[in-house]
């Protein structure tokens, strides 16, 4: 085959994964415990120079086990494929692998039930069932209107006011991206250009399919907590299926992650939003000037 048919193949498959670099990554690889800020910060007192140190801050820290799983996957190739093309189909592999771990770890921080796997964006961590974690009850979000999303996503993000919150995640399949968000966050300039991703929030817009349809996860991505307990990796073996004539390409990570509380993200609910209803100028009715009325 020609290389370009190659190269676009690979195009394809080496996809970005935005959500992987806004959340909270941590070498974990020697660490049975970790000690997760989950309170609320306590003021420190005021008072005279020699008055007795007053306020303790005890009460906002949870110890959380690291106990490891592993993401694994495999492809077995036969031999002869290799014989007539190693190098490209080597490469091939490979980007099947690390695009399949890659998935993998999405699909666990957004939708992971806690057992065997990570505890995800979607889940109660509280609550569970059978050893799963439930679903979180999604709340419908009707707009992307300045005072729906004020007052359903950054005010709550505030814990009643105890936090500042300058920078939101926002992350939808990417199918209600293009059907839902978009028409409402894209906006035509004077110039005749249009621009895309106008929120009038401080928001990051992104796209994972591990998100299910109708379903929008808000929160702040640092505070997912994702423990790496070590490099991934891809190795291959000939001996596995040797009669077979083939060799397996594998690759494996272990890793742990939760959202570091109950409140950390929100989920709502898209199916009915409203997508004519947008912060963009271009759309607003102005005000009508008042004007004289002539005497009868």
């Not at 820290?61 to 080597?90: H, Q, R």
């Not at 992307?144 to 936090?163: I, N, Y």
Request: glycine share 6%; charged share 25%.
């Amino acid at each position: 085959m020609p290389a370009t048919v190659f190269e676009r193949v690979f195009e394809d498959l080496e996809k970005q994964h935005p959500l992987l670099s806004e959340i909270d990554f941590v070498n974990t690889t020697a660490t049975t415990e970790w000690i997760i800020s989950v309170g609320d910060v306590q003021t420190a007192w005021w008072g005279k120079l020699c008055a007795e140190i007053k306020e303790v801050l005890d009460n906002g820290f949870e110890k959380t086990k690291t106990d490891m799983y592993k993401l694994n996957a495999y492809i077995p190739v036969c031999n002869a494929m290799l014989d007539l093309g190693p190098e490209w189909l080597d490469r091939y592999v490979r980007a099947v692998l690390l695009e399949a771990m890659a998935l993998g770890l999405e699909v666990g921080i957004i939708d992971g039930n806690g057992k065997d796997q990570p505890i995800g964006m979607l889940r109660d961590v509280e609550n569970m069932t059978n050893g799963e974690h439930d679903y979180k009850t999604p709340k419908a979000l009707s707009d992307l209107s300045p005072l729906t999303l004020a007052s359903e996503v950054m005010e709550p993000l505030t814990r009643e006011g105890k936090r500042i919150v300058d920078n939101v995640l926002l992350v939808v399949n990417p199918s209600d991206y293009w059907k839902k968000v978009f028409p409402a966050t894209v906006m035509l300039t004077s110039s005749g250009n249009y621009v895309t991703g106008i929120l009038p929030i401080p928001a990051k817009i992104t796209q994972s399919s591990a998100v299910p349809s109708g379903k929008l996860v808000a929160g702040i991505g640092k505070d997912y907590f994702l423990g790496i307990g070590s490099t991934q990796e891809v190795k291959t073996s000939t001996e596995y299926k040797l009669l077979d004539d083939e060799t397996v390409y594998y690759a494996k990570q272990y890793a742990t992650g939760r959202p570091k509380d109950n409140e950390s993200f929100l989920v709502f609910d898209i199916a009915d939003m409203d997508t004519t209803v947008s912060f963009n100028v271009n759309n607003t009715t102005p005000t009508p000037t008042p004007t004289d009325t002539p005497a009868s």
